[in-house]
């Protein structure tokens, strides 16, 4: 069965590392902030200016003034660091940004993300996605396998604008978890339910199967 929106967040969450600085992009990814696994230490980054991102607040927490990027009312963690965006930018031009985790309308095997302009729809901006795929040093996609046709979002060459080239390390998807290398989507791991024939059916782009595939554990 294909994973919801939280339980894909809930899955990206598991890929944080104790001591890391994770951006977290518009949608699904920011809903991984109410995940983090217990025992792991992380710094979420917001690239208008706030660094120690808590989880969502409850109707009591909340905040007008204090917002994500994607101007979604947050909390802050102990030790959280607010500044302007041009110190929040030069954080994540200068490398310092461990990992970030970005939706996606398109990826492909080279590593290859579309993720920003759809021709003919309007656009409000690029946002800071262009400088996270340039200076982050590990970057997740997160996005449903398909669109609501059908199609497959994991193509053999993206056909979008590209936001990013040779950039992608990882997609998790409300399907299947899946590494980029060497020119092909290799997978690592299954939704619950999910067979590993309808995974092959809706990636597009060169798949490759080694074994046995585990399915997700989901808490």
Known sequence: MALTREQIA????????????????????????????????????SENGLLGMGRYPTEAEVDADMINAGKETVTASVGASIFDSAESFGMIRG?????????????????????????????????GAMDLVAGAKNIIVTMTHADKHGNSKLLQSCTLPLTGVNCITQIITDLAVLDVADGAYHLRERAPGVTVEEIQEKTAGTLIVDGDIPEMKIK
Not at 112 to 126: D, Y
């Open 10 to 45: 809930m899955r990206v969450a598991q890929e944080f590392q104790d001591g890391s600085y994770v951006n977290l992009g518009i949608g699904i990814p920011t809903l991984a902030a109410n995940y983090v696994p217990d025992g792991v230490d992380v710094m979420l980054q």
């Open 95 to 127: 490398g310092h940004v461990d990992f970030t985790v970005l939706g996606a309308f398109e990826v492909d095997v080279n590593g290859n993300i579309a993720s920003w302009m759809i021709p003919g729809k309007l656009v409000k901006g690029m946002g």
